[in-house]
Every structure is written in C-alpha cells, then in structure tokens.
C-alpha cells in the first residue's frame, strides 16, 4: 500500500508588504490615546505659549512702554510650536516606536514584517503627514490666540505669508519626527529617546552657539533646531537660507532613518 503524496507547496514565508505595514502603523497610532494626548498637548501649548507672549505685548504697549515687544502674531506662534508645542510632538514621534520595545509588541511586527528597513520606513511614512498637518494646525492655532489678544496692536497678517510660515513648520515637526523615530530605534527607551532627541535638536546647538570658537558655532548652525528656525523664517543665518535648512533637515531624517534601520538589524528584538 503506498501513501499518497501532496502535490500542494508550502505557502511561500510572509514577505510583509510595505502598504500592509503602513496600514498596520496607522491603525496602532490612532488607536491609542497617546497619541491624542501628545496631539492635544501640543495644540494647548502652542496657544497657551501665544497667549502670554500676547498678553506681555499687549501690557507693555498698552502702558507706552519701549517698542520691543513682539506683537506679531505669526512670529509669536511659529516660536512657540519650534520650542514649546515641538516637546510634545518628539515625545509622540518617540512613543512610535518605543512603546513596541516596552510593551514587547515589537515581536510580533517584526514576525508581521520580518524586512527591518520597512518597519522603520512603514513608522516614518506614517508619521510624515501626522505631523507635517499638525505643525500646519498648531501654526495657525498661535496665530489666532495670538491675534485675539493683541487685537490692535497686532502687525498685519498677510494669508500667503501664515500660509508659508505654517507649511514650513509642518516640514519641519514632519522630518524631526523621522529623525526621533530613527533615535528611537536605537535607544529603545521613551524618556531616554525624548531626552536624546531633545539634545540633538536643541542642546548640542546651544551649547555650540555660546562659544566663541567660530567653527564650533558654524557646526550649530547645521543641528536640526536652527535648520528649523531658518526654514520657518524667526532666524537667519549668513551661513544659508531656507531651502538649505530644508536640505539640512532632510539629510537629519536620512541619517536618523540610516542609524535607527542599522540599530534594528544589528540587534536582537528585544
């Protein structure tokens, strides 16, 4: 008696396509409520930030003080997402990726989508256009708080010039959050990830600029956070002018997307 033999093949190992993946990302991050909570945060600060820098304005003109006062709107608000509102969003662009180490959920991604580099890039896709429309959000949030408080006092807003200013921060929060996702990737950790990003970005930059070494401040013009300010227009270099902070910004999110895929195929899962 003979046993019959299967003709049929083994299915072929799941391969994790990218758009499966993407989809994957898109339903964890909005699907938790950390999400909406770094997202809300981050609008509160933006128009909390606004309102006092109004306010102040708004006080010392108000009693014919010096002329100093910030009574842009579109100013007050572009300085308050680059360094108030943006903790919150590097702590969502953090929590992407960290969480899955801590709750040791990252197991079965990678068992869903075995090809490391596209976890990473399936992360960062998702993430782009949440921050880049958050940043155009956040922007105009700062500027009507901003605004209604100043009231007479405020400069003129011109649509085209909010229009580019909060486009320019949304590139920015957009490819820093590639960047943290990639820090991230390679600390593993929430509060370390926020505390190294928040380095990188702002406090190597800073400590830089204090100097008086000419080429040491030159180098800090080229961290993430000054690129971000000249893009969006509240500073400006003699070294370069928007489009190169745009470039500068995108070799950040390159090299922080590299360091993150090298740390993920390196190391073990957990």
């Known amino acids: 008696m003979t046993v019959p033999t299967s003709t049929s093949q083994a299915p072929p190992p799941r391969t994790g396509k990218l758009g499966g993946a993407v989809a994957s990302e898109w339903t964890k991050l909005r699907s938790v409520r950390s999400t909406w909570i770094c997202l809300a ?8 930030y606004s309102l006092i820098m109004a306010a102040s304005a708004r ?14 709107a579109l100013d007050n608000a572009t300085t ?7 903790i ?25 989508v075995p090809l490391r580099r596209r976890v990473l890039l399936a992360k960062s896709l998702v993430l782009l256009p949440i921050l880049f429309v ?3 959000l956040l922007t105009g949030i700062g500027v009507a708080a901003g605004s209604v408080v100043l ?30 996702v990639g820090l991230g990737a390679v600390v593993r950790h929430v509060a370390g990830t926020i505390a190294v990003s928040i380095v990188v970005v702002f406090g190597v ?19 993430p956070g000054p690129a971000g300010m000249v893009l969006a227009g509240v500073a400006d270099f003699n070294a370069y002018g928007p489009l190169t ?18 740390a993920l195929r390196a190391r073990d899962a957990l």
Not at 80 to 86: E, P, T
Not at 151 to 180: M, Q, T
């Open 41 to 48: 945060g981050a609008a509160a600060l933006a128009a909390a």
């Open 59 to 72: 006080s010392l003109q108000s009693a014919g003080g010096p002329n100093t006062a910030i009574t842009s």
């Open 80 to 86: 308050g997402v680059l360094f108030v509102a943006d």
């Open 88 to 112: 919150a969003v590097v702590t969502l662009a953090a929590m992407v990726i960290t969480t899955e180490y801590a709750t040791r959920t990252i197991l079965p991604t990678l068992q869903a």
């Open 134 to 136: 958050s940043g155009v």
């Open 151 to 180: 009231g007479e006092f405020a400069d003129p807003l011109e649509p085209a010039g909010v229009l580019g200013r909060a486009v320019a921060v949304g590139a920015y929060l957009a490819l820093s959050g590639v960047l943290v």
């Open 205 to 223: 930059p800073m400590m830089l600029q204090v100097t008086s070494i000419p080429l040491l401040v030159s180098a800090a013009e080229l961290f």
């Open 245 to 262: 902070a745009l470039l500068v910004l995108i070799g950040w999110a390159v090299a922080g997307y590299a360091i993150g895929f090298a």
